[in-house]
T-cell receptor, first 111, second 115 residues
Framework: GQQVMQIPQYQHVQEGEDFTTYCNSS?????IQWYKQRPGGHPVFLIQ?????EVKKQKRLTFQFGEAKKNSSLHITATQTTDVGTYFC???????????FGTGTRLKVLA | GAVVSQHPSRVICKSGTSVKIECRSL??????MFWYRQFPKKSLMLMAT?????????EQGVEKDKFLINHASLTLSTLTVTSAHPEDSSFYIC???????????FGPGTRLLVL
């Protein structure tokens, strides 16, 4: 079945440093979503990418969908302590509405 | 924005009993609801997909007789963990999508502890 891996598993950064997490699917995707989950909380939707090579920005966050629609990245510029949490990608294949979540990247920001 | 509620937020039960978890979409009609399970510091594992008025589609390895899902209306889905055992202890989260089938709106989750 479909597998979705994220790297790195953990990342500790100093406040102000940049952060990137990568999401890789074993199969070609229809679309990909990104979520943030704070400790003790539930996943919160960040964005959805649909088109090959698509790049979307939300303030300090930049999301990119690979040309082959099998991978994606989330980049945070100048991290802040409020960015702490686990970032998950969620992948959907063609002809299905279900999403398979990636393994997640846990971000810790040191003040 | 779209709001999804879950009840209860926490439940402790004895081994062998059944527990029902409710997932409600409060301000939109949920065409599809998803049930996930999350172990501590792990990812969300999709258990099943349910559409209103039809049988749920379970993921491989998920026992449908143990995790009963009912999606009786466009705003309510229930997950019943039958004959719960300590290994069923986990964080159960539902999500719902509207007619656009795009964004998933997640409920706050239910923390189940089976003693």
């Amino acid at each position: 079945g479909q597998q979705v891996m994220q790297i790195p598993q953990y990342q500790h950064v100093q406040e102000g440093e940049d952060f990137t997490t990568y999401c890789n699917s074993s199969t070609t995707l229809s679309n990909i979503q990104w979520y943030k989950q704070r400790p003790g909380g539930h996943p919160v939707f960040l964005i959805q990418l649909v088109k090959s090579g698509e790049v979307k920005k939300q303030k300090r966050l930049t999301f990119q969908f690979g040309e082959a629609k099998k991978n994606s990245s989330l980049h945070i510029t100048a991290t802040q302590t409020t960015d702490v949490g686990t970032y998950f990608c969620a992948c959907s294949g063609a002809g299905t509405y279900k999403y398979i979540f990636g393994t997640g990247t846990r971000l810790k920001v040191l003040a | 924005g779209a709001v999804v509620s879950q009840h209860p937020s926490r439940v402790i039960c004895k081994s062998g009993t059944s527990v029902k978890i409710e997932c409600r979409s409060l301000d939109f009609q949920a065409t599809t609801m998803f049930w996930y399970r999350q172990f501590p510091k792990k990812s969300l594992m999709l258990m099943a997909t349910s559409n209103e008025g039809s049988k749920a589609t379970y993921e491989q390895g998920v026992e449908k007789d143990k995790f009963l899902i009912n999606h009786a209306s466009l705003t309510l889905s229930t997950l019943t963990v039958t004959s719960a055992h300590p290994e069923d202890s986990s964080f159960y989260i539902c999500s719902a999508t509207g007619t656009s089938q795009e964004t998933q709106y997640f409920g706050p989750g239910t923390r189940l502890l089976v003693l």
